[in-house]
């Protein structure tokens, strides 16, 4: 048997058939074919919206992460929780680390340590005191926390600083950690230590008032009060640009500025006579002031 | 892929595919391969691109699925495969045996080729592609199908010689 191309090619096309599948046959593969179009495109859906709610739901947990991350990063303390809690800062254990008073401060308020030091800051229990605070008008931000370095009776000594901005009136000033905790009632602001046992530094502003006038009502009640009340005079107060007055009283003292039309007010009270560096402490608000 | 489309393409291209799974396995028992190779196309619908004819992508899967088929399946059964062409013959029947032994010769020569010349025979030869939808299933290119058809002819020569002399 010999062949050419030509009469292969020939003979190889002969061998195509005709043949077809039986159309019964036919039809139930189409049927079966279907079934399986149709069931492969319901588990496709189904995976489709699984991957797709699965998405949907790790991009709402990374947003709700990302705000919580930023709502407790951000830098200054939300109006809404000195209402909830009017007390917020606290400076720690500084009794036992009395450091001087020039640290300016910056940080997160709701940060527990600050490395390198035992302070720490926890918010106090709820005081929802109604005193007719209005925090629309008045309220104090922490800005944050910085180290400085004071001296406390000559001896030269790094200390932690929070900076604090009340408004409406927009002065800054700078309390030491060691009165770490604040409160708001009505419109002054509180600062203390931690369990408000030694000393407190209270903050407020008399609009439309002079020093002059507010040292003369002090003046007077000091000495109606206490037996050993000081004269009126200008304080040591380092780069405080504003013009001021001070006296104090036995355990107490009090720090008048005259901020344009308004004078700020700041009043010291050491409840406990042992505390001596906290009086020192209060240098660094009154340096502070701008 | 949609019920609509897989019943459009099984109603047109369902005897091409029955008809090459016969020349490629050399037995009608395919109705089965039929099914799977249009179960395999809705399976894998997401990766045909669409580059090529749904045509020549069926038949590309058909190949694959009939070499696992034949490598599965030693043995054919030529009877059945004799049976597909006697429906087509009108003549006497010695001229017929005479015609489907000539036939069945050149069968089994095709499967003695080695793989690539059985496969360019049967698409080329046999089911008469074009040398672009043959290179399309294959994944040749042109050239190549043009050369090893002309060899794969060569060679089938020899079978067909070898076949003969056997029987």
């Given at each position: 048997m010999s062949h050419n191309e030509d009469e292969l090619i020939k003979e190889l096309k002969e061998l195509k058939t005709n043949a077809q599948l039986d159309p019964e046959k036919k039809e139930s593969m189409k049927m079966a074919l279907q079934n399986h179009a149709k069931k492969k495109r319901s588990r496709s859906k189904a995976k489709h919206t699984f991957i797709w709610l699965s998405s949907t739901a790790a991009v709402l947990a990374c947003g709700v992460i990302l705000y919580t991350f930023i709502n407790s990063d951000q830098i200054t303390l939300p109006t809404g929780d000195n209402e909830q809690s009017e007390e917020i800062g606290n400076a720690g254990e500084?009794?036992?680390?009395?450091?001087?008073?020039?640290g300016l401060g910056v940080e997160n308020?709701?940060?527990d340590d600050i490395s390198g030091r035992e302070e720490e800051e926890t918010p106090e229990?709820?005081?929802?005191?109604?005193?007719?605070?209005n925090q629309q008008e008045f309220k104090v931000d922490r800005l944050g926390e910085e180290t400085r370095t004071i001296s406390i009776e000559g001896t030269e000594e790094e200390t932690y600083v929070y900076n604090y901005r009340m408004e409406p009136y927009g002065i800054e000033y700078q309390v030491d950690t060691y009165y770490g905790r604040y409160a708001i009632e009505e419109n002054t602001v509180r600062h203390h230590d931690k369990n408000d046992e030694f000393a407190s530094i209270r903050l407020y502003v008399e609009e439309n008032a002079t020093i002059e006038e507010l040292a003369n009502e002090f003046d007077a009640q000091y000495n109606e009060n206490f037996d050993n009340v000081g004269e009126i005079r200008e304080p040591?107060?380092?780069?405080?640009?504003y013009s001021g007055l001070t006296q104090n009283a036995g355990s107490q003292e009090y720090y008048l500025y005259q901020i344009d039309e308004n004078v700020l007010v700041i009043e010291y009270e050491q409840s406990?006579?042992?505390?001596?560096d906290g009086s020192a402490r209060l240098q660094t608000v009154i340096e502070s002031i701008r | 892929m949609d019920e609509e489309l897989i019943t459009d393409w099984f109603d047109a291209y369902a005897d091409d595919i029955y008809r090459f799974l016969v020349y490629y396995?050399?037995?009608?028992?395919?109705e089965d391969l039929v099914q799977e190779v249009f179960i395999k196309a809705i399976d894998r619908y997401d990766s045909?691109?669409?580059?090529?004819?749904p045509k020549t992508w069926l038949f590309s899967i058909a190949r694959n699925l009939a070499i696992d088929e034949a490598r599965k399946q030693k043995r054919q059964d030529w009877r059945k495969l004799i049976k597909t062409y006697e429906h087509k013959i009108d003549i006497s029947p010695e001229d017929k045996h005479l015609l489907t032994e000539k036939k069945l010769e050149l069968h089994k020569a095709i499967t003695k080729l080695k793989q690539d010349y059985r496969d360019v025979v049967i698409l080329r030869?046999?089911?008469?592609?074009s040398v672009t939808e043959t290179a399309n299933i294959l994944k040749w290119s042109d050239s190549k199908v043009r050369v090893t058809f002309h060899r794969a002819l060569k060679a089938l020569k020899l079978q067909v010689k070898e076949v003969y002399y056997e029987s």
């Open positions: 500084d009794a036992k680390d009395p450091n001087d008073m020039e308020p709701d940060d229990e709820d005081d929802p005191s109604g005193e007719g605070v040591n107060d380092g780069e405080n640009p406990d006579p042992e505390a001596g | 396995t050399s037995t009608s028992d395919v045909f691109k669409g580059d090529s004819s030869g046999i089911e008469e592609l």
